[in-house]
């Protein structure tokens, strides 16, 4: 069975800086996705990021990069220029090819951007 | 855009009632979940559907059962509401087959309380 570790329950950090979500996560497996997905409070969940466990290229969205290290199974995520909307429960996912799209989610980071 | 809605956001129920829970997708999904979230313990999955009809238990199936009777629609049911069972409900659905991307499309969730 896969497991995701999110470490860090709660984070801060001042407006405009970065900030860096950490996950690890535990598989035998060797094809599969791994997502971040924000919950800003009382709005829906939405996907921040995807990354495809072949590529070795880390995916970036505007702000939003990942740092995928597959050997030691941690997917990490850096906001850059944090802005008062990142406020938000952050949660990192893991899917396998096999796995009938069936996602495993971390315990969640809740992220505070401070003014 | 692919558009999940639920038929609550907020719900209170008294122990021992029976409680619906309604989720609608528009993007002809095959494939839809029903997820509970509570602090620390990220999103886990109750049930999920991959087709009209068809169910599979998830992680945490006790007390709860689910119906699909339209490719659209997934619905859980509380049989006999218990306290423990107050928690947020998310609904997700995903594509299969070639259009599986592996991302879930998530409803804006139902926060239930059982008293």
């Known amino acids: 069975a896969q497991t995701v570790t999110q470490s860090q329950p709660e984070m801060s950090v001042q407006e405009a800086e970065t900030v860096t979500l950490s996950c690890t996560y535990d598989t035998s497996e060797n094809n599969y996705y791994l997502f971040w997905y924000k919950q800003p409070p009382s709005r829906q969940m939405i996907l921040v990021i995807r990354?495809?466990?072949?590529?070795?290229q880390n995916a970036t969205e505007n702000r939003f990069s990942v740092n995928f290290q597959k050997a030691a199974k941690s997917f990490s995520l850096k906001i850059s220029d944090s802005q008062l909307g990142d406020t938000a429960m952050y949660f990192c996912?893991?899917?396998?090819?096999?796995?009938?799209?069936?996602?495993?989610f971390g315990g969640g980071t809740r992220l505070m951007v401070k003014p | 855009d692919v558009k999940v809605t639920q038929s609550s956001r907020y719900l209170v129920k008294r122990t021992g009632e029976k409680v619906f829970l309604e989720c609608v997708q528009d993007m002809d999904h095959e494939n839809m979940f029903w997820y509970r979230q509570d602090p620390g313990l990220g999103l886990r999955l109750i049930y999920f559907?991959?087709?009209?009809?068809?169910?599979e238990k998830g992680d945490i199936p006790e007390g709860y059962s689910v119906s699909r009777e339209k490719k659209e629609r997934f619905s859980l049911i509380l049989e006999s509401a218990s306290t423990n069972q107050t928690s947020m409900y998310l609904c997700?659905?995903?594509?299969?087959?070639?259009?599986?991307?592996?991302?879930?499309?998530f409803g804006p969730g139902t926060r239930l309380t059982v008293t």
């Open positions: 997700a659905s995903v594509g299969a087959g070639s259009r599986a991307t592996y991302e879930q499309y």
């Open positions: 996912a893991f899917v396998s090819y096999d796995a009938g799209n069936m996602l495993t």
């Open positions: 990354q495809e466990a072949y590529k070795q």
């Open positions: 559907s991959y087709d009209v009809k068809m169910k």
